[in-house]
T-cell receptor
Framework: GENVEQHPSTLSVQEGDSAVIKCTYS??????FPWYKQELGKRPQLIID?????GEKKDQRIAVTLNKTAKHFSLHITETQPEDSAVYFC?????FGAGTTVTVRA | NAGVTQTPKFRVLKTGQSMTLLCAQD?????MYWYRQDPGMGLRLIHY???????AKGEVPDGYNVSRLKKQNFLLGLESAAPSQTSVYFC???????????????FGPGTRLTVL
């Protein structure tokens, strides 16, 4: 099966700075890599995803990069804002990372 | 559209009791999933279904059973609840994806279950 590791588990950034979360996966057959955001007490919601035929995807302040050779993918959030504070999960196939709690300091 | 809904939102059980969690989706999705979420452990897949009448085991299936008699519904059953099953349970659904792998999952609001 698939095994996904996510780092760091917590991340505190100053408002306006960038945040980077990295995930590694084990199954080279995995070809879909989503990122979900979960606010406190809410359900996870997709914020960005990437398929294995591209190396990078951007959507306004968020971007995801994929390195299939090294089997890792990363979430990049630029110009962080207080509303970016949440738990972020990566996934590969049906396995999720343990999550990263991001806190944006005003 | 309601999206994905879950019933009930909260439940407290005593050890050994049984219960069924209901998940319903109105997006005509082929795939449905049940996860449990525990602090520091992310979302762990319990069971999933790739179509009406089919189910498969996930990462942590022991102590749970599921049924998908109708395309829009996915039921999760606990036959004899244990304190270790205290968790938040999320149902999700996604469209079929074939060789492209999985698609975006749409999650329900969750059910908070406590087993005493």
């Amino acid at each position: 099966g698939e095994n996904v590791e996510q780092h760091p588990s917590t991340l505190s950034v100053q408002e306006g700075d960038s945040a980077v979360i990295k995930c590694t996966y084990s199954d080279s057959a995995s070809n879909y890599f989503p990122w979900y955001k979960q606010e406190l007490g809410k359900r996870p919601q997709l914020i960005i995803d990437i398929r294995s035929n591209v190396g990078e995807k951007k959507d306004q302040r968020i971007a995801v990069t994929l390195n299939k050779t090294a089997k890792h993918f990363s979430l990049h959030i630029t110009e962080t804002q207080p509303e970016d504070s949440a738990v972020y999960f990566c996934a590969a196939k049906l396995s999720f990372g343990a999550g990263t709690t991001v806190t944006v300091r005003a | 559209n309601a999206g994905v809904t879950q019933t009930p939102k909260f439940r407290v059980l005593k050890t050994g009791q049984s219960m069924t969690l209901l998940c319903a989706q109105d997006m005509n999705h082929e795939y449905m999933y049940w996860y449990r979420q525990d602090p520091g452990m992310g979302l762990r897949l319990i069971h999933y279904s790739v179509g009406e009448g089919t189910t498969a085991k996930g990462e942590v299936p022991d102590g749970y059973n599921v049924s998908r008699l109708k395309k829009q519904n996915f039921l999760l059953g606990l036959e004899s609840a244990a304190p270790s099953q205290t968790s938040v349970y999320f149902c999700a659904s996604s469209g079929a994806s074939g060789r492209a792998g999985y698609n975006e999952q749409f999650f329900g609001p969750g059910t908070r279950l406590t087993v005493l």
